[in-house]
């Protein structure tokens, strides 16, 4: 297990940025592929972007692509999540998530088991 705690969340206006952090502690971190999630109210919680343990390989959702960037330090043992261009659809709580590195290529909320609380992001118009 990891335990894991992000921080960094606001309210923001639209067009502004926001770096979202998450750190984790238990385990060897970079054991660990690494993904951020958020939930708006009255919606599933939704993939946004992912990172394998050795932050080589990144993975974005559509609505996020070019304008989101994960990253991860394992010697700080921690992920980060930069948002820039930020709109009002990208308000949200967002989690940090951990997994143990899978076969298959797959972001499914499931597949992950190590959560954090969440933060919330709020992008006014």
């Known amino acids: 297990q990891v335990q894991l705690v992000e921080s960094g969340g606001g309210l923001v206006q639209a067009g502004g940025s926001l770096r979202l952090s998450c750190a984790a502690s238990?385990?060897?971190?970079?054991?660990?592929?690494m993904g951020w999630f958020r939930q708006a109210p009255g919606k599933e919680r939704e993939f946004v972007a992912a990172?394998?343990?050795?932050?080589?390989?990144?993975y974005y959702a559509d609505s996020v692509k070019g304008r989101f960037t994960i990253s991860r330090d394992n010697a700080k043992n921690s992920v980060y999540l930069q948002m820039i261009s930020l709109k009002p659809e990208d308000t949200a709580v967002y989690y940090c998530a951990a997994r143990v590195p899978i076969p298959n290529t797959e972001f499914s909320v499931k597949s992950y088991d190590n959560w954090g609380q969440g933060t919330q992001v709020t992008v006014s118009s």
């Open positions: 990172i394998t343990g050795s932050g080589i390989t990144t």
């Open positions: 238990g385990r060897p971190f970079s054991n660990y592929d």
